[in-house]
């Protein structure tokens, strides 16, 4: 299990992909093992997610945390390519 803060970006364009889950719920939860929270005010964004759910799943350009409206992006760390 390992928790990863997501890096907060400015508001994405029109035709960007954001997630936006309600407040309270997670925008992706899966069977992996890492947490990822928001950059700003540490809500749980996605959790028990992995790689290829983060990164070979559903496309998204952000998610936007429903507590402080940030737009969030995946830290560009976790951009492995194999
Ligand atoms: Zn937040």
Redesign the pocket.
Known sequence: MSQKEMRVIPKPSADAIVLEPEAGKLALEGNGEDTYR?G??K?RLMDKVGHMEVFHGEPFDAVK?P??G?YNAVPDDDHHHH
């Open positions: 928001c700003a005010c809500t945390c507590k402080c940030k």
